[in-house]
């Protein structure tokens, strides 16, 4: 567990008037996420977990997915032209954010759209998971136009949660050959994490570090905030939707009141929970990540 969590950090993070609701508050969080039909990822993941921590969640849907991309086939209907006016019209009823949340996006002008987002609620934290691409390769949907408009949003975010894959694109570095497998010294994760922390994120969350060692690790930085590893045990398949689920349980446990690296730990150990509950099941390499049996760890955050 990561011990050297400083005041500075959790008040930095305090700034957004979430942490002292003993249960009480409500927070309300808009989740700016693809829908899929089959594959669980995206808002798929982020409603039941997000809820399951005592939020509401308001999707804000970036395009609706027969699956997600990794299955052959898929459709995607874009969502972009929508976007305006549904947020429009939550403006005109006083829809109140504490956090905007977003991950997968289906065009670069949705990123002007988070932008806009954080104009309108300015005290809401900003939670970036640049969803991008994986183990050295750019998920099929995301054009280099796509991928800019991210690496700039990126350097808006109160939390951003990048692979090492999007870490490099988000820096305009190139990407490494061996990422989905053993890959950087801890000397390179903590340039990653501090050259993004340069770019103007305040906190960062460097994931999947593998060294061959049974573990996977994550680095955790901030501007006021030492860095900090922490790490889980690691099981030798991978899930899709995973991502989905380590960035929905680490705001699940920002938004119950813990600090970032706390958080980062809680969530990889949920993600190693249900990757184990998964592979129980059969066909688990299709049917995705099974983590709804586990909901009732992200309900204990609460007491
Ligand atoms: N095979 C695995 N074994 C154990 N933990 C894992 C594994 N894959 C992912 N995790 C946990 O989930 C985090 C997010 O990883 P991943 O799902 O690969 O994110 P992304 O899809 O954004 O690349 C990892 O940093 C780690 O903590
Ligand atoms: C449509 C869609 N949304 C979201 C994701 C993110 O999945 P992950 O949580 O594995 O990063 C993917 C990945 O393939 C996808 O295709």
Known sequence: MASNETAENERELANVKLYDRA??????????HDLCGYGKCSLGVAIPVLS????DVCPVPTGLFSSH?????????????????YLDAWRGIGVDIDAVYSGFLG????VDVILNLYETYPDALRVVDPVMAD????????????CDAMAHLACSADILTPNLTEAAI????????????VNIDDAEAHRMVNALLERG?????????QRGDGVIRNF?????????????????????????VYASCLLAAVMAGQGIADAAQFAGEFVLASMEVSAQQPDFRDRGVNFESLLGRVTKLLR
Request: hydrophobic content about 40%.
């Open 52 to 55: 399951a921590a005592g939020c």
């Open 220 to 244: 955790v930085g901030g501007r006021e905030l030492p860095i900090v590893e922490v790490h889980n045990d690691y099981v030798d398949y991978m899930l899709h939707g995973t991502g989905d």
């Open 170 to 181: 988000i820096l305009g570095e190139p990407i490494g050959e061996s990422w989905g497998g």
């Open 23 to 32: 249960g009480a508050y409500i927070p309300r969080v808009a989740a700016v």
């Open 69 to 85: 991309t990794a299955f052959p086939g898929w459709y995607m209907h874009d969502t972009t032209a929508m976007l305006r006016d």
């Open 135 to 146: 183990h050295g390769k750019i998920y099929p949907t995301y054009t280099p136009e796509l």
């Open 201 to 209: 994120a305040k906190h960062v969350v460097l994931k999947g570090v």
């Open 107 to 110: 065009a670069p002008e949705q």
